[in-house]
């Protein structure tokens, strides 16, 4: 991993179009600015890990699994 | 064509159904080609297998089921995947849930409204989407709406 060290209001370019900017540090909190074109796809990286965690344990479940739980789903909704 | 599934045992498909993920599945962007997989006995769950992986098929169902105001920014995802001929209201949806059951008889079917996938039946290709919006849990419980009563409002207003 590449390591920078960077003051308030430095940046970073990465490759032709990233800007990434360091606005402001608040004790543990680091505010950050990202320049990119707008098909470049950025997000926290907690929420990748979540949606890769959900993929993997949904494809864990067994079919009885599933079909139990379209049971309840039926029965569910229905009910309303 | 016959492909191999875990859950299934080899199964025959039709090429044609192939859909085509440029960006694959979080978490297993190894893999590019699925299918979708209806069974009567799951239903309104179904399985988004991989053609190339048997062992791997995840639960997804239609997030209209339980939420009938969920959206996503279409747009934005046609524009990116650079798709044409299609428009945002034929774009096919799907979540990804998961099922927690225990001995102690609590159930809970959680669905990830975070990660959508979205299928373009056009040119047979999908993405998973990353929806960074703060109401879409990547574990909404489908059992026990959030809001079960203004739901009830809503439908006998």
Excluded at chain 2, 45 to 71: A, G, H, R
Excluded at chain 2, 88 to 106: K, T
């Amino acid at each position: 991993m590449l390591v920078l060290t960077r003051k308030v209001e430095e940046k970073i370019q990465i490759g032709e179009q990233i800007v990434v900017s360091v606005l402001g540090i608040d004790s543990s909190t680091v505010k950050i600015g990202i320049e990119a074109p707008k098909d470049v796809r950025i997000f926290r990286w907690e929420l990748y890990e979540q949606i890769q965690m959900e993929n993997r344990e949904s494809s864990k479940k067994q079919v009885e699994d599933v079909t139990q739980a379209a049971e309840w789903l039926k029965k569910h909704y229905s009910r309303k | 064509m016959k492909i191999h599934t875990r859950k299934f045992g080899e199964i025959e498909i039709d090429e044609q159904d192939i859909l085509f993920m440029p960006q694959g599945l979080a978490g297993f962007s190894e893999y590019k080609r699925f299918v979708l997989i209806q069974e009567p006995e799951t239903d309104p769950l179904c399985w988004f297998q991989s053609v190339e992986e048997p062992n791997l098929s995840l639960v997804i169902m239609d997030p209209l089921i339980f939420k009938q105001d969920y959206t996503i920014d279409g747009a934005s995802v046609i524009r990116e995947m650079k798709w044409e001929n299609i428009s945002e209201n034929e774009l096919l949806i799907y979540v990804v849930v998961n099922i927690f059951a225990s001995q102690n008889s609590d159930r809970k079917i959680t669905a990830n409204l975070a990660g959508p996938l979205v299928i373009n039946p056009e040119n047979h290709q999908a993405i998973q989407v990353i929806v960074p919006n703060p109401d879409y849990s990547c574990q909404y419980d489908i059992l026990t709406p959030e809001t079960p009563e203004s739901e009830e409002l809503a439908k006998s207003g």
